[in-house]
């Protein structure tokens, strides 16, 4: 099959790259001239482990190429998807949709055959009829159809996700969709992965329920870590017991500083948008989302207690501000909240990050970067674990508390034991939903 995918942000390029590792003709369109050029130069604008290897294969095979011309890459293609950013609109929580849009009418009109129009980018439920209504005003005499595919693409794992995912999602209005749909994915069908196919408002629906379920389900967590710390439990413990049981599960019950990213903060805040609109509130949603804030301010508390109440010409060292390990990710990332926080109450911040420079440099001015978590450490009063990347998952804890001037860490993401961190010289250590301990008063 011929497929168009129209953006190569991170959903439009993963995708696109395992479309064509399917087998397929795939032409990725961007109109930015400078990512085209860079992507033809083999070159991934994202960090996503393996996706360079698997570009370079698929462009060496004749599979895939990129282009700004979005009228020649619909030429001929048998499903146009719109993978194309929805971000929070500015002042109301709702998905901005003028990308998808746009690229709608475009499509209509730069195509001449039949074609099924596939929105890959998260959207509120309706828009696909939107998207039918749009391209029929811009090309009245086009024979197509319109289908729904949402992405269940984790940063840092994606291109397993897509190759063996726990589900396809395919919403549809006609047979014939259906069909050029399961061609799309017959690599997937052949090897038993589940295809639901569905109407387009439920496909649409889906997206946002899994989304908003799995953000409770770490608020949920993060609350109950709260409770643990005024109770003596340990978080840990708890989320074993619980997740042991099979209706729960225990994934996305790992309690640390409240979620980040490009779907769970946007999603939910679009579901509970939605839920106004229709006239029937998404309560639990809606707590959801204001929790979360409450989780991040809360970690500043914890450091601000094991900096003495202050941090005024405080050194701290920062492992990880990506929202998650495997990413270059900061969006809406729980350091996007603490570092400035400390920053602005007048702290020396240090930043490593093995993959949060390109996008961090901007998004916190005033932090200074380094590349070794050692040379962080120097002379800190405070060592603070904010992303579990792998490279803070083995640290020399002693070495480390050697370096510093008060040797303190705040663990936030439960990497370490109040009696590791004890053993290695540490006089303070606290992490999230477990005892720590603190020096004497």
Known sequence: MKIAMIGTGYVGLVSGVCFSDFGHDVVCVDKDPNKIAMLERGEVPIFEPGLDRLMEKNVEAGRLSFTGDLKAAVNGAEAVFIAVGTPTRRGDGHADLSYVMAAAEEIAQAASDYVVIVTKSTVPVGTNRRVKQTVKKANPALDFDVASNPEFLREGAAIDDFMKPDRIVVGVQSDRAAEVMAEVYRPLYLRDFPILTTDLESAEMIKYAANAFLATKITFINEIAALCERTGADVKKVSHGIGLDGRIGNKFLHAGPGYGGSCFPKDTRALARIGQEHGLPMQITEKVISVNEEMKRRMIDKLLDLCSGSFNGKTVAVLGVTFKPNTDDMRDAPSLTIVPAMVGAGAKVRVCDPQGHH????????????????????????????????????????????????PRMADLRNIYSPKDAKRAGFEAYDSVGRAGFFPEA
Request: aromatic letters at 8%.
């Open 359 to 406: 996008e961090g440099e901007a998004l916190l001015p005033g932090v200074h970067w380094v590349d070794d978590p050692y040379k962080a450490a120097q002379k800190a009063d405070l060592l603070v674990i904010l992303t579990e990347w792998n490279e803070f998952r083995a640290l020399d804890l002693k070495r480390l508390a050697k370096r510093m001037q008060t």
